[in-house]
């Protein structure tokens, strides 16, 4: 089985207590299935309702495929300026 | 001359204009985000920023886009920094130049509203007391919107 790297920022990687997570990946798999994956993580159940997933540097839909070649990041609410 | 960059280093916000300016353009917006000494009524020492690089150089080219596409601004230099700021630093620097005024005016206004929105950057504040918080823009507006 393939598997893909879940990149953590801030708050989130703070709450997972890692910077990335290695998560299983099988055929179909989408932005949705992927967080419910994640949320069963140890320190997952902090995280919101519906935190938004960056897919190859863009935000994504929640119905989106993931591909084990993708870059896929959490983004904890941003904060710049 | 367009360009965004993250950066560590100083902002120098004189150099930004200097890109910038050029005898075709009558008018050069400049805005200038710094780092504030209370927030949320908590008093702030230092502020720690982070970022996810290479989405956060996306976004932010994106983000030239279609500033460029709304307000016909190609004259346009972002500079946002990271890393640990103190009070007054430079956060985040933005110059447009344009042949009039409102275009550069509206160019600035609208990069720093979308930085605030989409480009992957977070701030952890240091407060008076020794503690640390994430700030978190989504969780104060709903809070004010009680």
Known sequence: MSTVTVQLFASYAELLGAPTVELPLTPGTTVQDLLYRIRSLPGASALPSAPRVAVNRSFAASDQLIEPSDEIALIPPVAGG | MRRASVITREIDPASLINEVGSPQYGAIS???????????????????????????????????????????????????????????????????????????????RYVIEEIKKRVPIWKKEHYVDGTREWVDPTRTAQASSV
């Open chain 2, 30 to 108: 400049l805005f200038i985000g710094t780092v504030r000494e209370v927030n949320d009524g908590r008093s702030v020492t230092a502020i720690e920023y982070s970022v996810y690089k290479s989405m956060a150089d996306a976004e932010l080219e994106r983000i030239l886009d279609e500033a460029e596409e709304r307000f016909g601004v190609s004259a346009l230099v972002v500079e946002h920094r990271i890393g640990l700021l103190g009070l007054g630093d430079v956060s985040v620097a933005i110059a447009a130049a344009h042949a009039h005024r409102a275009p550069a005016l509206d160019c600035t």
